[in-house]
């Protein structure tokens, strides 16, 4: 039987529990995370835009018997766990355990236990101590983990500690806006009702084999956490793609909202076409003086594949490529790139894609000497490429998991793009490249 090592977290995951069991991914890279079925709603959001980044289980995936390694995060109780009972009884099997609560009754072999304001402190702390890579996407993550069970650094159970794991994961270009976009969930009484009427008049159909529901809701004065409304909604009728439209008939203005769970619906390109904007999972727009009905139309007119409504890797990358012959120098290689502001390059001979060079080859020089040994010596000869057909996501997950900044678009075997990791952190996030 394959042993196997598991990660998981307390029901009701919140997002320092969810930031845990990701970073705890970057400190036992075998370890699977599993995730509790209870999941809070801001964080089943998060979840809902970035779930293709994360290979996450939940316990009745897993096959428990051959579990050898229980790594558990943000908890120390038994009880908290979900459809984990059977491990509790078993002797042959080592439990980590990573926690800022008071002592509880799951018995650790190794424990760091601190009373810290967030767990993920403990484990960013660690991550920087042992020097492994975060993406921005995951630094994020993980301050919003961290923010969240400070209270922004304002409740009296935070310690320094927290204070420099923050400033360590701002150093890591955690974006701000995305933390605190996840934090406010501000749900009341008039989203309620909102969500409520549209479910009322709600309808589902299919298109271009996706499901999809349209819901046109007139609003009247300013209502907030729309976009949390829509999440709502998609959840219950269960689809995969959901547009709301908002009318405010006395200021001749509509509110779009949208949100995609499939791959090929791109819901930051639809709202881009209608002058808004968004990520491939979530995305809004503001139209003036065009009816509702009309709005339905344009985006119905865009999914039905008039016009191609995802984004794929060819439309991200740069082109054309300078690559690079497996002869010159270190030096004069560095020069070039420096000149033309790249950071790295492919390595070609006889038109074959041989090699990759990026900042970190560069950095393995440690005398004078070594520049000029030619590139050869220096390059990743494992190249991972992408085909221009891919989605963004798809590419992203291979940059994080594989912790690479280049990959070369390859069709028919010849290179015709790369796609950087800034690349995809400006299409997902609108972020400057670093
Ligand atoms: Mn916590």
Request: glycine share 8%; hydrophobic share 40%; proline share 5%.
């Amino acid at each position: 039987m394959k042993k196997m090592e598991i990660i998981t977290t307390h029901k009701n995951t919140d997002f320092d529990a969810f930031a845990s069991v990701i970073a705890a991914t970057l400190l036992y890279p075998d370890a699977v995370p599993v995730l509790p079925k209870s999941i809070n709603p801001n964080v089943k959001y998060f979840l809902g835009i970035h779930k293709n980044l994360f290979d996450i289980k939940q316990s009745d995936q897993i096959d428990l018997d051959a579990v050898k390694k229980l790594i558990v995060v943000d908890t120390n109780n038994w009880r908290r766990l979900e459809g984990m009972g059977q491990l509790k009884e078993r002797k042959d099997i080592e439990i980590i355990l990573w926690d800022h609560h008071r002592p509880g009754d799951i018995e650790a072999d190794w424990k760091r236990q601190e009373p810290v304001g967030a767990a993920i402190t403990l484990l960013a702390g660690e991550l920087k101590k042992r020097k492994i890579h975060i993406s921005t996407i995951f630094s994020t993550l993980f301050l919003t983990g961290l923010y969240e069970d400070t209270g922004n650094l304002s409740f009296p159970s935070s310690q320094p500690e927290d204070a420099y794991a923050a400033g360590y994961l701002m150093s890591l270009k955690a974006d701000l806006r995305i933390v605190t976009s996840f934090l406010k969930a501000d749900y009341g009484e008039i989203q309620k009702k909102t969500l409520f009427e549209m479910l009322n008049t709600a309808k589902t159909e299919i298109i271009e084999g996706h499901t999809v529901s349209f819901n046109i809701m007139p609003i009247k004065g300013h209502v907030e956490m729309l976009s949390l409304v829509m999440h709502k909604y998609r959840e219950i009728m269960n689809v995969e793609v959901a547009i709301g439209i908002f009318p405010r008939y006395e200021k001749n203005r509509c509110m779009v909202i949208g949100r995609s769970g499939s791959d090929r619906v791109d819901m930051g390109t639809i709202m881009q076409r209608l002058g808004g904007g968004g990520h491939p999972g979530a995305g809004s727009a503001m139209l003036k003086s065009v009816d509702p009905e009309t709005i339905e139309k344009l985006i119905r007119a865009m999914m039905e594949g008039n016009r191609q409504t995802s984004v794929r890797i060819g439309d991200l990358m740069s082109f054309p490529v300078d690559t690079f012959d497996p002869g010159i120098k270190m030096e004069e290689l560095r020069s070039s790139l420096r000149k033309k502001g790249f950071k790295g390059a492919p390595i070609m001979e006889e038109g074959r894609l041989i090699g990759m060079i990026t900042r970190s080859d560069f950095k393995k020089i440690r005398k004078k000497s070594q520049w000029e040994s030619p590139v050869k010596a220096f390059m990743k000869r494992e190249v991972i490429t992408v085909d221009p057909g891919m989605s963004p996501i798809q590419a992203a997950r291979q940059i994080i998991t594989k912790n690479i900044g280049h990959l070369p678009v390859v069709e028919n075997g010849e290179i015709i793009g790369i796609v950087t990791r800034s690349d995809l952190m400006v299409y997902f996030y609108d972020l400057l490249p670093e």
